[in-house]
């Protein structure tokens, strides 16, 4: 498994409507502010089929060996060069204005979006997938219609950036993080990404809120006798706050939140009213994803949350 410490190969799913900007717009910043630390870039578009639509009355589908024959493949050649191509060459010429030594390279490929991805996600080089939120949409308070929602659905081993609007509109400046911790692994990733994305931003990263929630079962008990129920939470948060010093964050940026109540609540207040530009915590998984339509921390943040780069950081 890789480490927090090598170059990193972002896979960035794009389709060929305005939609992509955001995605674009991220891949870019996360450029600006990584640098060398990203090895290489994937713009991965999926067809899904599309180029059959204008062609449908021409293709005798009865016919066994249809993706064979020689008019299948000039009309997907055609498509690509025509409509495909040109939208992800100048997707990449975008990412190159940043002064970046890694690679660009642009894959297209037939099949279903959501499991395309999700299987070149899967993949041991890739480390983190940039995911858009534009096509999300509510229906009785859940995300429905969308490629983000059928990832999210699935078991995907890298991290997650879910676009937001704030950093684009700052000029890719991040000013605020914000970064969940608990006692998993998956948090202390969290927390290992988050000190690799600041450390490379000192000079306008101007605070870095290191929030931890203890859960209000927890802390009933506790309050009702008068005893101390931040001393584990403390510890906690002043050792995340060391390991930040250590990759150079100013100790003065880095502020430190114990609540206790609902994590979903308390993350989305400090968030909102810190104006957060990037939020980082762990996810767990496909047991824990597939809680975005059960009311989990995870939906919460990402349906109420849409200002900042939400980051879903796991570990294999």
Sequence with gaps: MKTVEDALHF???????????QSVHLMRCLASLLGDRIAKITLFHVMAGRYLSE??????FRARNVISTSKFRELRQNYIDSRIRPVLEA????????DLSAEIEIVIEDGDPVDRI???????????????????????????GSVTTGVLHREVHCSIYLTGSRLIEQGCQPRCCLVALDESEHSREALARAGRLVSGCPDVMERVILVHVLDLAECAPALAEGREVAGAADRLLDDAASFLASRGVDEEKIRKV????????????VADREKADVLFMGRRGR???????MGSVS????????????VLVSVD
Excluded: T, W
């Design 11 to 21: 896979l960035v799913p794009m389709d060929i409507d305005g939609s992509r900007d």
């Design 55 to 60: 062609h449908m009355a021409n293709i005798d």
């Design 91 to 98: 997707a990449r010429d975008e990412i190159r204005q940043v």
């Design 118 to 144: 999700v299987e070149r996600a899967g993949s041991e080089d890739v480390d983190a997938l940039i995911l858009q939120r534009s096509g999300l949409s509510r229906v009785s308070d859940m995300f429905v």
């Design 258 to 269: 114990a609540a206790c109540g609902d994590p979903a609540e308390v993350l989305v207040d």
């Design 287 to 293: 047991s824990a994803v597939k809680d975005l339509f």
């Design 299 to 310: 939906r919460k943040i990402i349906y109420r949350c849409p200002e900042p780069v939400i």
